[in-house]
């Protein structure tokens, strides 16, 4: 019980970060939904939304195209609402483009909210070269991540032995000294080590 509660603790408390890394991801999957439904529109209507239609046009006929047969009951989007990024914000729409000319730009400012930016704060979009760099950001995070789990085996195998050391000082079962920087606390630390090595040197067979 013990073991498998602090496992979920370092659980609870690695996930959110690891969550944040994958929003710019999660933001260049919506945006290729989105180029999805825009092109069934544009197969549908021989155009794809004009600027001021804007995505809303995916869920609900614009004033050209009220009472068309061709619009579908539903729209073209199945959630029935044009979805925000990841970070809570509307995404950029612009028809034609200014990248694309013969066809849309479609992105997300990312993380800031503001033009440019690097790592998750990098613009994300449709044009040539807009998921560059989310790429070298995932490449970057990859790189990172044979460490990173690593990290996380080894503490949910250390920590709870750990914590067994401090619940049996709280028992009077050893000293608290013994349990703080004794045999549990090492056994802790060679896990976290041991665990992370591993993960670092598994990569590398071919």
Known sequence: MRRT???ALVLLAVLPLLGLKSLPGVARTQILMLEGALEAFR????????????????????AALKGSAKYPNGGYLWSGRVPVDPWGRSFSYRSPGERNRDRFDLGSLGADGMPGGDGIAADIGNWPDGFAAL???E???????????????GGALGLPIYLFGLISAALGRRSWRSALLGAPLKIAIGLIVACTLVSLWFPSID
Request: proline residues 10%.
């Open 43 to 62: 197969i549908d209507h021989g155009r794809y939304p004009t600027t001021d239609e804007g995505l809303a046009a995916l869920v609900a006929p614009p």
């Open 5 to 7: 509660l602090a496992t």
């Open 139 to 153: 490449r970057e995070q990859w790189s990172h991540f044979p460490f990173e789990v690593g990290m996380i085996a």
């Open 135 to 137: 790429e070298g950001f």
